[in-house]
């Protein structure tokens, strides 16, 4: 069973909330995007129970390096500037 939505994919996991004990969802990105790109770093995927009980795995962890975010600047500044052409 999966739900899409614009912004992340759900997935239902054989992970057990620590709270409820019910199965939770694995949660993780559609798209990685510039917001995740200028963070230090982002979890490709995490997971939500419906009590709102949410983990994060430090193995889920991606360390961005700066030439990644660096280059995603240049590529915004120069599609900035060809837009106001």
Not at 10 to 26: G, Q, V
Request: with cysteine; net charge positive.
């Amino acid at each position: 069973m999966s739900k899409q939505s614009n912004k992340n994919i759900y997935t239902l996991s054989d992970m057990e909330c620590r709270k409820c004990k019910n199965k939770m969802m694995c949660v993780s990105h559609k798209e990685i995007k510039a917001k995740q790109l200028r963070q230090p770093f982002y979890y490709s995927q995490w997971y939500k129970c419906t009590c709102g009980w949410m983990l994060n795995l430090e193995e889920d962890k991606v360390w961005n390096d700066g030439t990644v975010v660096e280059a995603q600047k240049q590529e915004e500044e120069q599609l900035s500037f060809l837009n106001q052409i």
